[in-house]
């Protein structure tokens, strides 16, 4: 087995307790953010579409619902507040691509994947659109992503992209001295405030008309609309919009598995600090290996970095208690060193961790049930920032019943493979993460596995 250039460039431990010390585990987005109260529902409320979940996707579903019909009532049910899971806690990077990246994109719907990438860029737009015109404050910039190579393997994958650049060219955008290649893709991505993103979605939707109660999660779905424990909505048309937690549909229980991501926002910095790094062009910043690194300037002059450690824990729940391991937050803090060693002394004000909903082809997938009245978006797997809007229109595509470009896709009406039951899962799922590992650690080669899966069209992605 070879070594990364994180293990052979190594910080010593003493600068990684450093950085840590005086981190709190706390969700940087989230941390201080004025948020309205909300009602609890209580009662029955009769709707024309009850949304569950109030997260990026619920949101843009009840959103795009009013634009499209301002006449109809909407009412979205949220379990415990507003953007608090996935959509509060995110890195930020809201992207064109629907199907988790080109290669992705080509290998399962070669024959779409024109037009996915034009829709995907067409809604990017519209969320450029839509923040300008409800002067939304989310931080929103389309700065686009800067994908580096840092291992010799790597540069090679990047040799045939548009905006290739040699390593002082990449270490002139963004001063790292593990950068050996770059490319920069300059329209595909934004940077957002992510929880800012989802407080304006709603303030938005309840400016339209929308009604949202918090606290109130739904604990059942039948035929006459959901219930949860002090209420009920009464609705012709439900969307499921629930993420990583269980779906209120059976069918969709084995569709998706909860795998931590873990995260580490420095101090802001100073300005001789930022003099050595240069990133003037506040790219979003990606590395290419499978277990990869995300990272991005903050509006106030911060760096947020995760990603790596992508943790499936046994039994495929969510639970509080994950999200505060000392041992991801110790490698991601030493891989910063090692990306900026010119930054060690600098301290990681907060740590936090959240669920990505992991579905086995990488992005979402759609449909509905009880005889169309109910649709469903799930599976985003690190995506949704971007293509929850997508899968809100989708959503309400289905809903009508009408054919339209979205309901058109073949990728919008197959099915993922799903995930095998506890405790398969959690071997599987740990067996491929060995795999990723060893593939980073032999230039990039994957064993018989990950071919397979590959052959299968299952996999596994952070």
Known sequence: MGT???????????????????????????????????????GEVDADLVVVGGGYTGLWTALRAKERDPGRRVVVLEARTVGWAASGRNGGFCEASLTHGHENGIRRWPEELDELERLGRANLDAIGDTIARYGMDAEFERTGTLSVAVEPHQIAWLSDEEG??????????????????????????????????????????????????????????????????????????VAL????????????????????????????LTAAQHAEIGWEGRQGVADLANQFHYYR????????????????????????????????????????????PQLEGIRFTHRWAGAIDSCSRFCAFFGTARGGRVAYAAGFTGLGVGASRFGA???LDLLSGERTERTALRMVHERPVPFPPEPAASVGVNLVRWSMDRADHAEGRRNALLRTLDALGMGFDS
């Open 4 to 42: 990364t250039v994180f293990e052979r460039h190594a910080p010593a431990a003493s600068a990684v307790d450093h950085a840590l010390a005086g981190s709190r585990h706390a969700v940087f987005w989230l941390d201080g953010l004025a948020r309205p109260e909300r009602p609890r529902l209580r």
């Open 164 to 237: 290739f650049l040699d390593a002082d060219a990449t270490r002139a955008l963004v001063n790292s001295p593990t950068y050996l290649a770059g490319a920069w893709e300059r329209e595909d991505t934004a940077l957002v405030h992510p929880a800012k993103l989802a407080a304006e979605l709603a303030r938005v939707a309840e400016e339209l008309g929308v009604e949202i109660f918090e606290h109130s999660r739904v604990a059942r779905l039948d035929e006459g609309g959901v219930h949860t424990e002090h209420g009920a909505v009464r609705a012709a048309q």
């Open 241 to 268: 919009a629930t993420n990583v937690f269980p779906s209120l549909l059976r069918r969709n229980r084995l569709m998706t598995v909860p795998v931590y991501d873990y995260v580490l926002m420095t101090e802001p």
């Open 297 to 340: 300037p903050t509006a106030d002059g911060r760096i947020l970095f995760g990603g790596y450690d992508a943790v499936y824990h046994p039994g495929g729940r969510v639970r509080a208690r994950y999200e505060d391991r000392p041992a991801s937050f110790r490698t991601l803090a030493a891989h910063f060193l090692t990306t900026f």
């Open 393 to 395: 229109d989708t959503m």
